[in-house]
């Protein structure tokens, strides 16, 4: 469990450093140009390609959640049990911050960052969104953007996908680059509460006062997914390996030496 608390950590805050420190890069500082569709670009696939090599290589030890939304939905589907559920939410959150503080630690240090000014990539709505959206309307589109999401991560790794895990991360990295694309001009996109929150708290301001929306909203849009993914394909069963040791947790002889032929 350790092995998978520290994935889920260093998971969401090499996502918050690369992924938000494009947007920031893009938007505060304008380094792909004054066109916000190239941003918008630019942005999206940060995100995607982040999260498809963060999936290819730490998938195999926590499942690469790396987003409290993808846990609460993986956890109402049946995949993990509230106890790891709770253990990476709270490693998730802390991934974001520690993400956020160290890519605010590196641009704080250029003469032309300015926090008021540049920013990190924060969510919002009003003013803070690029076409002005109302709060119901960040509240709907973070929802229906967090629902597909996390739909898509349940449905490729539930055991009657078609193809098999060498796929997955593929599609997982591609999915979230589609949602940035529509979701950077409504709200900045969030589809994840440690994103959101980590950058916001560093801002502070505007950001952290709606920063609640895009936590709630998309953990909303997890649980959505999660009750969905049921619907459609039934409980998931849960990692072997996890029942397993929970079966020997009395340590009886039977199971131990059931564990030692499984070993070899």
């Not at 589609?178 to 409504?186: F, K, M, R």
């Not at 920063?211 to 999660?226: D, E, R």
Request: aromatic letters at 10%; proline letters at 3%; one cysteine or more.
């Amino acid at each position: 469990m350790a092995k998978k608390i520290g994935a889920e950590l260093l998971g969401t805050a090499l996502l918050v450093y690369f992924a938000v420190g494009v947007a920031t890069l893009s938007f505060g500082f304008l380094t792909t140009g004054t066109s916000f569709a190239a941003g918008v670009i630019a942005t999206a696939l940060a995100f995607g390609l982040t999260l498809m090599a963060l999936a290819y290589s730490l998938g195999p030890i926590s499942g690469c959640h790396v987003n409290p939304a993808v846990t609460m939905g993986v956890w109402l589907a049946g995949g993990v049990s509230l106890n790891d559920a709770l253990g990476y939410w709270v490693a998730q959150f802390l991934g974001g911050i520690l993400g956020a503080l160290a890519l605010w630690g590196t641009l704080a240090t250029s003469p032309f960052y300015s926090r008021s000014k540049i920013g990190l990539g924060t969510d919002g709505w009003g003013n803070s969104s690029y076409i002005h959206v109302g709060a119901g309307g960040a509240f709907i589109a973070e929802v229906i953007l967090t629902a597909l999401f996390v739909f898509v991560i349940l449905a490729v790794t539930h055991k009657s996908a078609i193809g098999n895990a060498s796929t997955a991360g593929l599609v997982i990295g591609l999915t979230l680059t589609v949602v940035h694309l529509i979701g950077i001009p409504i709200t900045g996109t969030s589809v994840n509460p440690a994103r959101a929150l980590g950058p916001a708290l560093v801002i502070g301001g505007t950001a952290l006062k709606q920063v609640w929306l895009f936590i709630v909203a998309p953990l909303v849009g997890g649980a959505l997914a999660g009750f969905v993914h049921l619907a459609f394909y039934g409980g998931r069963e849960p990692d072997a390996v996890a029942v397993v040791e929970a079966v020997a947790a009395d340590g009886s002889p039977e199971v131990v030496e059931v564990i030692e032929v499984i070993e070899e």
